[in-house]
């Protein structure tokens, strides 16, 4: 009995904790004081150390961390994280709200408008009620778990409270209030250690840190915007934000629903003063339309929501020495030319380089070394010189001239008519292209090989091991030993992950290769259209034009990529590999019926079993191309639950055929 009762009040205690822990870190309304709590969490940690089989991840007691991450796993999101798409003025929101009107058919629409917060964005999955992982954006369809560093952070719940659904995903941004910041700064400076830059590296920075109990001291704080499932109807943004405060998450109430550009512009006049009164940084607005239904039928395109908008506010100017130009020289072989600054803080950052894109900015600018020029940040992130101070000119002998020959190999440049980047022209033998291409290969994007990574790509091409991408299946475990600081299982982990590389698909294989203008894009239409990658390299430039998404640039880079004897010769080497898989090479792939063979599909509704990626991949693994928006070009409108009205309508009065998830599960014999 007394064994029991003791049990019975550990499970009390982590309820009455997680409670108080969201009235004090969620609702700034604690009902006990500090030193109740502590009682309470001490007590609670005597307990589940008398029963470590009662262990939960989720207990209040591992807020406090302690626990050290060598590495964070790679981790696949099972919904697409797509960015928002930057504007910095009200004509801008005008012609995106007239896009809207004209893909829905009508203008009654509300919109729910946000603030943008500069923080990290995470995304945490959630099943029965407990948090299972936490993900970063990364590349927005991968990132890193940092589900260990996440549970410290103590306005993330870890237990849900009242009527949740039994799965989902939400997503916020983790950020530093200035305060804290600022203790940080003071506390590091008594140690006489470097200050933190600002708030949103620091959160960044703090969320990768190995020791899990220092991520706890550093009291990242999360605000939450949006939750993600397949089957939420025809609720609002705002509507599914309130349930989700309900749940426990930690909601900024002060949003706003407007119908109308005028009162967006409203919000965003309003918060360009407020948001100098709040402890956390913000750098702009996020306008959503508000109806679910609406936000699935306008979809996204490869980039962006149709559905959102963020608007940026003005970037900070400030003006600095600039001392230098460099050129550096990208896989490809672009010359791109960057300015070396005397030091200055940009948005709390310290800049020292600064873009200057192609010879014809330079030449805009008539730039001069001595001159002071101006600096911002592109949306806040990339530095750009945007002008020079007209009253503090250097003299004209100091003008900057563009090279004639390349920074490192002294190769001839040359510049495509029409196009306004220059080129080395020794695009096999010059080092940084070389390095660039075995670093764009390996790369996440494209034949995504766990283990090398950048700095290795380097380290393997000093010592002779890697002289271009078909070298590392050249690769063995006991050359690799013999570099420095590679340990047998660091070894073997890369030779793993080359081998394991052979088995990517043909897209991820021609977008590895680096053919100049061919992106992840259009490799998977190229690949998607000739499926088998003899048949590609012998297309010619006509075959080519006739894809969609490949234009006159692209398809004359194609046929000038395969008429190059050194890059015919590289292929043979791959070739004798192994490399490439071909695009049916997958036997599920394979056993699926072509119903879509040269289809354009509009996908509308919910698919309960599909995420909205998947059900795109099906509709390419059956043969067909996933549009967003129905037009006279579309052969079929595959439906789910609660389809776009809008969508079906036109599709009826154009004649466009209709597909049900049941007619097609039958179809194919899968559940959809």
């Known amino acids: 009995m007394m064994e029991q009762k003791a049990i019975d009040r550990l499970y009390e205690l982590r309820d009455q904790l997680h409670d108080h822990n969201h009235r004090y870190y969620v609702r700034n309304k604690p009902i006990i004081s500090d030193h109740q709590f502590d009682l309470l969490m001490l007590e609670l940690q005597e307990l589940e150390s008398k029963y470590p089989n009662l262990f939960d991840s989720n207990s209040p007691t591992q807020r406090v961390g302690g626990t050290i991450t060598e590495s964070f796993e790679t981790a696949q999101h099972q919904f697409p994280l797509y960015s928002l798409q930057n504007t910095y003025s009200k004509e801008e929101i005008i012609q995106w709200r007239k896009r809207i009107i004209k893909l829905l058919g009508h203008d009654h629409i509300s919109f729910l408008c946000e603030l943008k917060f500069d923080g990290v964005s995470i995304n945490l999955q959630y099943k029965e009620g407990k948090l299972v992982r936490a993900i970063t954006r990364g590349d927005g369809q991968k990132g890193d778990n940092v589900t260990t560093n996440v549970r410290t952070i103590s306005s993330i719940p870890l237990v849900l409270q009242n009527d949740f659904p039994h799965e989902f995903e939400i997503r916020g941004e983790i950020i530093m209030n200035r305060r804290q910041f600022d203790r940080l700064n003071v506390s590091r400076k008594e140690k006489g250690l470097e200050l933190y830059r600002n708030p949103r590296n620091t959160a960044a920075g703090s969320l990768k840190l190995q020791d899990s109990s220092i991520v706890a001291k550093r009291q990242l704080n999360c605000f939450f915007f949006s939750v993600v499932q397949q089957n939420l109807g025809d609720q609002t943004q705002f509507d599914i934000l309130q349930k989700a405060k309900q749940w426990g998450f930690k ?39 508000n109806s679910l239904a609406y936000q699935n039928e306008l979809g996204q395109t490869s980039k962006f929501p149709r559905w959102a908008i963020a608007f940026k506010y003005p970037a900070e100017n400030v003006s600095t020495l600039l001392k230098s130009v460099a050129y550096q020289v990208g896989k490809t072989g672009a010359i791109t030319p ?11 950052t310290q800049v020292k380089r600064a873009s200057l894109h192609n010879a014809d900015q330079i030449q805009k600018l008539d730039l001069r070394i001595g001159d002071w020029v101006y600096v911002e940040k592109g949306g806040e992130i990339i530095p750009k010189i945007t002008g020079v101070v007209s009253t503090n000119r250097a003299p004209i002998e100091n003008k900057v001239v563009f090279p004639k020959c390349c920074p490192h190999c002294n190769a001839p440049l040359t510049r495509v008519k029409d196009q306004a980047i220059h080129y080395c022209t020794n695009s096999h033998y010059c080092k940084p292209q070389i390095i660039g291409k075995v670093q764009h290969y390996i790369s996440r994007s494209a034949m995504d090989i766990e283990g090398v990574g950048d700095q290795k790509v380097v380290m393997l091409y000093e010592y002779g091991l890697v002289k271009g991408i078909a070298d590392l299946y050249l690769l063995t475990v006991e050359k690799l030993m013999n570099l420095p600081l590679i340990q047998i299982k660091s070894a073997e982990n890369m030779i793993q992950g080359i081998q394991k590389s052979k088995n990517q698909p043909l897209w991820r294989f021609i977008f590895g290769l680096g053919i100049r203008h061919v992106g992840e894009t259009a490799s998977k239409q190229l690949a998607k259209k000739f499926q088998f990658f003899e048949r590609f390299v012998s297309a010619n430039y006509e075959s080519l034009i006739k894809i969609d998404d490949i234009g006159e640039i692209m398809a004359h880079s194609i046929v000038n990529y395969f008429s190059d004897s050194y890059n015919i010769e590289l292929i ?48 390419e693994d059956l043969g067909g191309q996933m549009v967003s928006s129905v037009s006279k070009k579309t052969d079929f409108i595959l439906f789910g639950s609660s389809p776009g009205a809008s969508k079906i309508s036109k599709a009826k009065s154009l004649g466009v055929s ?4 049941t007619e097609l599960k039958k179809r194919i014999g899968l559940q959809l």
């Open 251 to 289: 909601i900024f109430e002060r949003m706003e629903i407007v119908d109308s550009v005028e009162g967006i512009w409203e919000f965003i006049e309003k918060w360009k003063f407020e948001r100098k009164n709040l402890d956390f940084e913000i750098d702009g607005v996020v306008i959503k339309v």
């Open 338 to 348: 960057v300015a070396e600054l005397l030091p200055v803080i940009l948005t709390g």
């Open 572 to 619: 043979n080497r791959l070739k004798s590999h192994g490399l490439p898989q071909n695009v049916n090479s997958h036997q599920e792939t394979e056993k699926l019926p072509r119903v879509f063979e040269n289809k354009k599909v509009v996908v509308s509704g919910v698919f309960e079993n599909y995420s909205r990626q998947e059900i795109k991949q099906l509709v």
């Open 658 to 661: 209709l597909m049900s998830q």
